[in-house]
T-cell receptor, first 113, second 111 residues
Framework: SAVISQKPSRDICQRGTSLTIQCQVDSQVTMMFWYRQQPGQSLTLIAT?????????ESGFVIDKFPISRPNLTFSTLTVSNMSPEDSSIYLC??????????FGPGTRLTVT | TQLLEQSPQFLSIQEGENLTVYCNSS?????LQWYRQEPGEGPVLLVTVVTGGEVKKLKRLTFQFGDARKDSSLHITAAQPGDTGLYLCAGLMDSSYKLIFGSGTRLLVRP
């Protein structure tokens, strides 16, 4: 298993601003994922972050809105740009395990006012 | 359209009762995972089922993968308040590393 931390744990931001969420893993991993989750709802995959290459985005998510960095095998960031109230959500990062299971961080609860 | 449908969406039961959560799809999965998520935390893996018809037990939790690998169920015996949380099934398709998450079942076990 892997231990994953996220910063910040929560934030309240004004519309039009941007927030960068950090995800740190205690071991080197090949694949990291970013998800969005409305409280009490299921997870929606935003993108897959691979070290050394551009992130792969899912339908409905674009790089200009959700730029992702993956500078090394233990760290990734997700930026939520030009935020609107519709971006209020929980953002989760995860890593891929050896048997295709995923280990998740605790999430970042974002509120946009 | 949700590829993996879970039912029920919400379940409120008394401590000591039994319950079953269903995860259904028209697609075939190479494996299916079940996660539990508590408020303020990320989902935590409970089990992975791989073989059609497979049954796995984890203390009071019993997981079953359908023969055709299109559906799964989670049965909890003698539920306890500590079982409260959001239960998510997630399917893995052949040649893919991406999980497809179900719609989720929110369970509340009242003392």
């Amino acid at each position: 298993s892997a231990v994953i931390s996220q910063k910040p744990s929560r934030d309240i931001c004004q519309r039009g601003t941007s927030l960068t969420i950090q995800c740190q893993v205690d071991s080197q991993v090949t694949m990291m994922f970013w998800y969005r989750q409305q409280p009490g709802q299921s997870l929606t995959l935003i993108a897959t972050a691979n070290q050394g290459s551009e992130a792969t985005y899912e339908s409905g998510f674009v790089i200009d809105k959700f730029p992702i960095s993956r500078p090394n095998l233990t760290f990734s960031t997700l930026t939520v740009s030009n935020m609107s109230p519709e971006d209020s959500s929980i953002y989760l990062c995860s890593v891929l395990g050896n048997s295709y299971e995923q280990y998740f961080g605790p999430g970042t609860r974002l509120t946009v006012t | 359209t949700q590829l993996l449908e879970q039912s029920p969406q919400f379940l409120s039961i008394q401590e000591g009762e039994n319950l079953t959560v269903y995860c259904n799809s028209s697609s075939v999965f190479s494996s299916l995972q079940w996660y539990r998520q508590e408020p303020g935390e990320g989902p935590v893996l409970l089990v992975t089922v791989v073989t059609g018809g497979e049954v796995k037990k984890l203390k009071r939790l019993t997981f079953q993968f359908g023969d055709a690998r299109k559906d799964s169920s989670l049965h909890i015996t003698a539920a306890q308040p500590g079982d409260t949380g959001l239960y998510l099934c997630a399917g893995l398709m052949d040649s893919s590393y991406k999980l497809i998450f179900g719609s989720g079942t929110r369970l509340l076990v009242r003392p």
